[in-house]
């Protein structure tokens, strides 16, 4: 039986710490939560974990700047909102059976869909990173709403606004 659970990561870091260093960017900040209780400029971590017979079998993070002040930029008289990056892991022997994409659906029709409805008054998008960029693209969230070029040195108009509002 296929069971949801949503979650601050700051109410089960001990549990996926538990599992090990799986993905190293999400440990890191997992140990931070249990240092700190709070992540830095207001970011909240959301998450959906996919348990399988009670046995946690995939997650996905947004690292959530909705509260974070310094997320937002103006570029050429438009403003754009950082709303995030999105992160996935399956566990090891989980892997290939469908669980990152099922999550990836229940992360955006949950969580993200909402979140981009509250900013249409200016550009907002979540950032999507190395292999959660085809999981985000068979949500069918929007390619206004997605940035995939995080890891690189692209200014800010390649990285951001090109992709985004590819006819400015």
């Keep these: 039986m296929q069971r949801f659970e949503y979650c601050n990561a700051k109410n089960c870091t001990q549990e996926l710490l538990a599992l090990g260093q799986i993905n190293m960017k999400m440990w890191y900040l997992f140990e931070w939560l249990t240092e ?3 992540l830095r400029h207001g970011t909240q971590a959301e998450m959906i974990k996919l348990y399988v ?5 995939a997650y996905s993070l947004l690292e959530n700047y909705e509260a974070a002040t310094d997320k937002k930029k103006w570029h050429e008289g438009v403003l754009y909102q950082d709303l ?4 996935f892991v399956t566990l090891p022997v989980h892997r290939k059976k469908g669980y990152a994409s099922l999550v990836a659906d229940e992360m955006y029709t ?3 869909k909402p979140l981009l409805a509250r900013y249409n008054d200016v550009h907002a998008y979540i950032t999507a990173t190395e292999r959660a960029v085809p999981l985000m693209q068979r949500t069918g969230i929007d390619s206004s709403h997605l940035v995939t070029q995080f890891y690189s040195d692209l200014t800010f108009k390649q990285k951001v606004v090109n992709q985004i509002n590819p006819t400015l």
Excluded: A, P, Q, T
């Excluded at 017979?53 to 079998?57: F, G, H, I, T």
């Excluded at 995030?84 to 992160?87: L, Q």
């Design 36 to 38: 700190h209780d709070e």
């Design 53 to 57: 017979d009670e046995e946690l079998v």
């Design 84 to 87: 995030g990056v999105i992160h």
């Design 110 to 112: 949950k969580v993200i």
